[in-house]
């Protein structure tokens, strides 16, 4: 199996789109906690101990199981949620702007199957956060990878799978020059990068790039049953190589810890050869803290 996923694209009408998109952010567990409303009927029990979750959708996408296996579990760590969120996050406080808020999402491998289950739980949980508000579901789109865009559903409900498109990562990688000289990374969120435990108050291109080949592989991994054929050692190296020669990079203070992190944008000189097929796979999955929820997107320009 493949590295696939879908992407989905979707807008929401609200009273206030700033506060919408905020609340949005913060709200991991709570869409966990209305996925497992929406399908389970034994929500009193431990899941990990639940005869049935062999064939749960829910335990499949928010279980975060390790691997059994010593090696694996030491290259890929704990799994990250199939799944991410894109909110445009807002940081200026006047803004109270009524209309439709535009989101994206992104659903990979297995998890694909459990899509019914995630806009569901979406639904419910825009009633619990966003009553309000006045929030609901609209329209719902699924892109393929030359960014043209398909209806998926009636009145924000998910009834057209003919028309759902599952890209590949080998759509990307074919779409892109595997050699350039100039790379111009852009954060459209806020950004958190760690590293040796510390969360990083300045854009570093080695740990980005790193932290994105992580998510990748271990996303691939558990969810696709697949392994990259890249030799990641050697892109690693690769990544200590690039040269910074415009940085427009700066930490943004959010509300509160979730939403702050570096913001920016900076241009990065190098024969970048196999890290950029990684790069703009990683523009459709985020990387770094609370990536599943919205964090750390960004664009990538070439030349």
Request: aromatic letters at 12%.
């Amino acid at each position: 199996m493949e590295f696939n996923f879908v992407y989905l694209k979707f807008t929401i009408t609200t009273a206030n789109e700033k506060v919408l998109s905020h609340r949005l952010t913060r709200a991991v567990e709570e869409y966990a906690d209305v996925c497992r409303q929406s399908i389970c009927r034994h929500v009193s029990r431990d899941c990990f101990q639940c005869s049935l979750n062999s064939s749960c959708d829910w335990f499949f996408v928010f279980g975060q199981k390790l691997s059994s296996d010593p090696d694996a579990l030491r290259r890929h760590q704990k799994p990250s949620l199939p799944f991410v969120f894109s909110f445009p996050l807002s940081f200026d406080k006047s803004q109270t702007k009524t209309g439709l808020l535009e989101c994206r999402m992104v659903v990979v491998g297995r998890a694909i199957a459990a899509l019914e289950m995630l806009l569901r739980g979406l639904r419910q949980l825009l009633v619990r956060i966003g009553e309000p508000l006045n929030c609901g579901l609209n329209q719902i789109f699924s892109c393929d990878h030359q960014g043209n865009f398909f209806s998926l559903n009636s009145e924000g409900r998910f009834t057209d799978t003919e028309n759902l498109m599952v890209m590949s990562a080998e759509d990307i990688f074919n779409k892109y020059p595997w050699g350039c000289r100039n790379v111009t990374i852009r954060l459209l969120t806020p950004l958190k990068l760690f590293s040796q435990g510390r969360q990083l108050g300045s854009f570093d291109f080695t740990v980005f790039a790193c932290s994105l080949m992580r998510r990748i592989s271990s996303l691939a991994y558990y969810y696709c049953g697949y392994e990259f054929g890249c030799d990641f050692k050697s892109l690693s190296d690769a990544a200590k190589s690039v040269i910074c020669v415009e940085d427009q990079f700066s930490i943004k203070r959010g509300e509160d810890w979730k939403t702050s992190g570096i913001i920016g944008s900076g241009c990065f000189l190098v024969d970048i050869g196999g890290l950029l097929p990684i790069l703009m796979l990683g523009t459709y999955v985020h990387v770094g803290k609370n990536a599943t929820f919205g964090m750390g997107a960004y664009s990538v320009e070439i030349s």
